[in-house]
């Protein structure tokens, strides 16, 4: 097994796919499988992910994403849409699924009622938040299942997100697009940030320790 530190080295921000290299299928869905495992707050999943391989639409989604080529040029765009907000129905689902797979709980029932209690009253923009961090978790679970697959993805917030949300019928759908994570190959030669250096914090600048 590839160690962790070596699969976070060799991935980068692809910059320039292959549009003639597609992603199979099966390692598609091991992505797909690894953002429906990735954690969230409450087990609530706040958010839906969009399979796009329809070329008119990623071609109309690139418009209005500042022009990233890897929205057209990978062979699968997926598109991370959160929960524009929290509502008893939504949250009384997640309890019913819950409830379905591990039987009736008092002690469940409770905590999803006091949720609803602390999540209903708030803002709308601060719940949709909340529901985009959540989406964010399962990007990491994302990149790293295709790190592991060999497969090169991009992440993306540099797009019109009320743009895409009319391009896709989103909002019909009480979703709102909140990342874009393209996959496909790098193309060797043409990516100008692959030969580079990847730069981060020392741990030194990045980690504090309290005792």
Known sequence: MTALKDLMSWRYATKKMDPAKAVP????????????????????????????????????IRKVGWDQSQITE??????????????????DAVRSHMEELRGENPMIAQYYENLKGAYLPRDAAV?????????YIALGFAMLAAAELEVDCCPMEGFDADAVDDIMGLKALGLKSVTLLPLGYRQEGADWLLPMEKVRKSRAD??????
């Open 206 to 211: 990045m980690v504090k320790t309290i005792s």
């Open 127 to 135: 719940n949709h938040d909340h529901a985009a961090r959540q989406a």
């Open 74 to 91: 990978g062979s699968h765009l997926l598109v991370f849409a959160a929960w524009d907000n929290y509502s008893a129905e939504r949250i």
């Open 25 to 60: 299928e099966e390692k598609v869905e091991a992505i797909l499988e690894a953002i429906r495992m990735a954690p969230t707050s409450s087990g609530t999943q706040p958010f839906e992910v969009f399979v796009v391989t329809q070329d008119a639409m990623r071609e109309e």
